[in-house]
């Protein structure tokens, strides 16, 4: 039992050397490679065979089998979704714009009125704009000010409650 | 005694009150609810249950969700939509912050700026109520047209980005503008002057702007910096005409002196040259003459 347990925990070791230094109270360096946190695993059982229920119990309280949703990678890069980036413009109130698909495809048998149709670029929708949101880190959420940019007559809502358009003017 | 009691009495009391007198005042920033409040009697006990709330059976209970941006097999709209860089050259391209015709009136009339001086992005800074941020490439303030109506200052204004509109605003009421590139490294001593000269380092000299900018900082219509002075007059002349205005004369004004103020292309703060040390400590400027540093700071390249 004791000899499957610690290979099984030596595999871990390679993939999952985050987790486990969050398990032990003592803080393991990782730079004395696999072999020191295996002995230092190794200890731990040792601790734990003492007692035949403790073992079990530390089983149970690890979080060596359960998974969290991180905002970033195990290289502290945060996620972001490329594709969205090169696809997608969002606009400083939240929304977002795209272009139309098959804007370049079998042209010559559409006819002007579709084509011109599928030139305009075009605004998401409400479910849309929260999913895209979510999937770009909040820098992007940040406005940008580029000089000249061709977008900025969207930049402001108009006929908007919540978005009011003039400033209050305070004294 | 009696008196010698009531003596120590006096001072005992007189202590206190000093005491008393040193010690923090109640405040909302230093009471906090009486400890019997502050415990809640657990009521929700959601936790405890079976199903912890997720409900029975199906992707809820057990946590397998779809990804996010997935369709059910349709393809996605992340996929679907064509490829359109909006976001090209992020990394290099240049962002300038706007700052309203309206918000500038309203930090004059607040004696925020002080319009007997240039106003540039310094003084914008030191009203404490922009950011800018180099990391973020901001490369300092674009000055906008909202609340052209209503402006009504005579000011020497510098800034790095502008429409004509507001050109002409500034021009009606008797003021001058210009356009200036700082280099990054120059904007962050213009962004916080007190902080870099703390640090002890020489004045940049700025550096002149890159390509793709240099149309616009020559162009007199833009009032840049490196515009020809004669064609800037002129442009002045055409912009009057345009929107039919008449141009305050220059040449009489008492304030000339300070709306002809202009910087060196080199230099980034009024009075002081590229590689001058300010030592805030002694209250001095250090200004070395060693002609190898004097080379270097006083030539463009």
């Known amino acids: 039992m004791a000899v499957s347990l610690t290979k099984s925990f030596a595999g871990l070791c390679i993939q999952a050397g ?7 109270h003592t803080q393991i360096s990782c730079e004395g490679g696999i072999l020191q946190l295996y002995r230092s695993f190794s200890a731990l059982q040792i601790k734990g065979l003492e007692n035949g229920n403790r073992e079990s119990e530390w089983l149970s309280k690890s979080n060596l089998h359960t998974s969290s949703a991180c905002m970033t990678t195990p290289e502290l890069k945060e996620w972001r979704e490329h594709r969205i980036i090169d696809r997608f413009y969002r606009l400083p109130w939240g929304g977002w714009i795209r272009t139309r698909g098959g804007r370049r495809k079998g042209l010559y048998k559409k ?4 084509r011109w149709q599928l030139q305009q670029h075009i605004f998401c ?17 940040e406005p940008k000010y580029f000089a000249d940019s061709p977008y900025e007559p969207y930049f402001q809502r108009t006929n908007s409650y919540w978005q009011p358009n003039n400033k209050k003017f305070y004294p | 005694m009696l008196n010698g009691d009531g003596n120590m009495s006096s001072k005992v009391t007189e202590r206190a009150l000093n005491l008393i007198k040193s010690m923090p005042r109640v405040a909302l920033n230093n009471i906090k609810p009486l400890p019997h409040t502050a415990f809640k009697k657990k009521t929700d006990r959601r936790g405890d249950r079976k199903k912890k709330g997720r409900g029975d059976k199906g992707q809820g209970a057990r946590g397998t969700w779809d990804p996010l ?4 097999r349709q393809n996605p709209l992340i996929d679907t939509s064509p490829r359109e860089r909006y976001y090209a050259q992020y990394a290099v391209r240049r962002q300038y912050p706007p700052v309203s015709l309206l918000d500038l009136q309203r930090l004059i009339d607040l004696n925020r700026v002080n319009t007997s001086r240039p106003v540039d992005i310094t003084s914008i800074c030191n009203t404490g109520l ?7 490439n901001h490369f300092g303030v674009n000055l906008t047209d909202e609340g052209c109506d209503q402006f009504a200052a005579k000011i020497n204004a510098e800034v790095q980005w502008t ?3 507001v050109i002409a605003a500034i021009e009606k009421n008797g003021g001058t503008i210009t356009t200036r590139y700082y280099d990054p490294q120059s904007l962050a001593a213009l962004y916080d002057p007190l902080a870099f000269f703390k640090k002890g380092h020489p004045i940049p000299k700025c550096k002149l702007p890159p390509q793709d ?47 002809l103020m202009r910087k060196d292309p080199l230099q980034i703060f009024f009075g002081l040259e590229p590689g001058w040390i300010v030592n805030l400590r002694d209250k001095s400027v250090l200004k070395p003459k060693d002609d190898d540093y004097l080379r270097y700071y006083h030539s463009a390249q």
């Open chain 1, 18 to 24: 985050n987790a486990i230094r969050s398990i032990s």
């Open chain 2, 163 to 165: 429409s004509e509109l």
């Open chain 2, 213 to 259: 900018a240099l149309l616009y900082y020559s162009d007199p219509n833009n009032r840049g910096y490196l515009a020809d002075p004669e064609k800037v007059l002129e442009a002045r002349e055409k912009l009057a005409q345009k929107y039919g205005y008449k141009l305050p004369d220059l040449e009489g004004d008492p304030f000339k002196e300070m709306l």
């Open chain 1, 125 to 141: 929708n409400y479910h849309q704009n929260k999913l895209l949101d979510t999937l770009v880190a909040p820098k992007w959420k």
């Open chain 2, 69 to 72: 941006g997935y369709e059910g």
């Open chain 2, 130 to 136: 922009f950011k800018f941020d180099i990391s973020k």
């Open chain 1, 111 to 114: 006819v002007p009125r579709h």
